[in-house]
């Protein structure tokens, strides 16, 4: 199984919306509405941000939301935040029943 | 709230077996409506899912790792395991356990992780 792909970086200024992708195949993010997104400051555990492609877990702010269109996944961030700066992972269910995440972007807030 | 944390040797020699255990807190594991899940994270890169295990039995296998991963529960000390074995230094990575709902494909409960290095 390939990792989903991600770009390597992605910034933007205080307040801006930026809009990261996840590109997968038929065989996951084209065919299941079962894509994940989590976001990872420097030495801390991944925290889940967006889950099933839509949903937001209690805690999230909204400013965080979730899309899908054919085989990419797409996350963006409103009201781009200092605290938002980190590495942020696609991961989306398997056709072999299995789990594939992306290779990770790095977001900078400039 | 469940709670997870790893722990386990942060050192094992190449061709060795790589153990660690995951200690749930909070709750039962065997009714919490959860499978069990590894995840790994070699230094510098991104995550990379190992295995997950439901307390009945039920198992979900990457298959790049599966020939060499061994992965249990054990309910009376509310803990589950990872074994893998034959290590390369491939295998060096922040190793974390996590849960995700059952039904569901992710992972909402994560432990804060624990550098394996694979060195003589």
């Known amino acids: 199984q390939s990792a989903l792909t991600q770009p390597a970086s992605v910034s933007g200024s205080p307040g801006q919306s930026i809009t990261i992708s996840c590109t997968g195949t038929?065989?996951?993010?084209?065919?299941?509405?079962?894509v994940s997104w989590y976001q990872q400051h420097p030495g801390k555990a991944p925290k889940l941000m967006i889950y099933d492609v839509t949903n937001r877990p209690s805690g999230v702010p909204d400013r965080f939301s979730g899309s899908k269109s054919g085989n990419t996944a797409s996350l963006t961030i409103s009201g781009l935040q200092a605290e938002d700066e980190a590495d942020y992972y696609c991961?989306?269910?398997?056709?072999?029943?299995?789990?594939?995440f992306g290779g990770g972007t790095k977001v900078t807030v400039l | 709230q469940l709670r997870l944390q790893e722990s386990g040797p942060g050192l094992v020699k190449p061709s060795e077996t790589l153990s660690l255990t995951c200690t749930v807190s909070?709750?039962?594991?065997?009714?919490?409506?959860?499978?069990w899940a590894w995840i790994r994270q070699p230094p510098g890169e991104g995550l990379e899912w190992i295995q997950s295990?439901?307390?009945?039995?039920?198992?979900f296998y990457s298959p790049s790792l599966r020939s060499r991963v061994t992965m249990f529960i054990d309910t009376s000390k509310n803990q589950f395991s990872l074994k893998l074995s034959s290590v390369t230094a491939a295998d060096t990575a922040v190793y974390y356990c996590a849960g995700w709902p059952l039904g569901s494909w992710y992972f909402d409960l994560w432990g804060r992780g624990t550098l394996v290095t694979v060195s003589s």
């Open positions: 991961s989306s269910y398997t056709s072999s029943t299995t789990v594939v």
């Open positions: 038929s065989s996951d993010v084209g065919d299941y509405n079962y």
């Open positions: 909070g709750g039962s594991i065997s009714s919490s409506d959860y499978y």
């Open positions: 295990v439901y307390y009945s039995g039920s198992i």
